[in-house]
């Protein structure tokens, strides 16, 4: 007998709209795994004594969202390769006294992804910038996607993004600059939202792109779990066209985290069913 569970969680701000919670303890129960998994509200300020709190607790690993992907590499001991690559962690990992970023959205969002579309030769536009884009981008990339637009405000970041791109994959990145409502390139095969436009609470928000030029052939993706009938993904499916939800890329990012922490595959039915219950999917 021992009182002592294994804690996991998450930081982010705003952390309310997150559901992780939900679909990490189901999987928990389902297997039988004394562990949590704490949501906690964090900023940027209090990053720094976040990471040494969970260092100082035992903490087996926690998930990095909006605002600390990139921010949270500086108080991390070591990057795996997809992570040191994207520049970005959205997944620590304890190894021995060492704190190990990993970065599965992009993972998280390929094996979503493949379900509809093989991203090998594929075209895609990325919506955004930020570590969810970073993630994504690279990691189609790396499956061989043709070509990848970065579509973003400010060039800093997308220009960076689309150098790293053509730096260290085989794909050819280009930066887009997003000056009011953008038009999808024709031939485009995939279009992803790799922004907060849409989240919670603000859920009739809309990228600002002309879904007119979306051709029949476009999937749309959205990263976005709260909704998971985002805005975008609604208007995109009362066209008739291929829509990805935020809740694959969520469910296939948080499996592959407790992997790690736990060292078993979780029935990810499990836990996509948890979320389809709380959103009435």
């Known amino acids: ?65 909006i605002p600390h992907k990139l921010q949270v590499i500086q108080h991390l001991d070591r990057l795996d390769r997809s992570a040191e690559i994207i520049g970005a962690v959205n997944c620590v990992v304890r190894d021995g006294d060492h704190l190990v970023g990993h970065n599965f959205d992009g993972q998280g969002f390929l094996t979503s992804v493949r379900t ?42 997308g220009e960076e993004l689309a150098d790293l791109i053509n730096a260290r994959t085989p794909a050819a990145g280009h930066w887009r600059p997003w000056d009011g409502e953008w038009s999808v390139p024709p031939g485009a095969d995939l279009l992803v939202n790799a922004t907060p436009v849409g989240l919670y609470p603000d859920v009739t928000a809309l990228p600002a792109v002309d879904l007119e030029s979306l051709a029949p052939g476009t999937v749309v993706a959205d990263v976005i779990p709260n909704p998971p009938t985002s805005a975008l993904i609604g208007a995109v499916r009362r066209r008739g066209l291929t829509a990805l939800d935020g809740l694959g890329m969520l469910v296939n990012q948080g499996a592959l985290a407790i992997e790690l922490w736990a060292g078993i595959d979780p029935d990810r039915g499990v836990m996509r069913a948890r979320l389809e219950e709380i959103f009435g999917v």
Do not use: K
């Open 116 to 157: 509809v579309l093989d991203p090998a030769g594929a075209r895609v536009a990325v919506l955004g910038a930020g570590g969810a884009a970073r993630a994504i981008a690279v990691e189609l990339a790396l499956a061989g996607a043709s070509r990848i637009d970065i579509v973003s405000v400010r060039p800093g970041p």
């Open 1 to 65: 007998m021992h009182f002592l569970s294994t804690i996991t969680g998450s930081f982010a701000q705003p952390a309310d709209e997150n559901p992780t919670v939900a679909m990490m303890e189901a999987a928990y129960a389902h297997h039988g795994i004394d562990a949590r998994y704490l949501n906690c509200e964090v900023s940027p300020a209090g990053l720094a004594a976040a990471v040494a709190g969970a260092r100082a607790m035992g903490w087996v690993g926690f998930n990095c969202s």
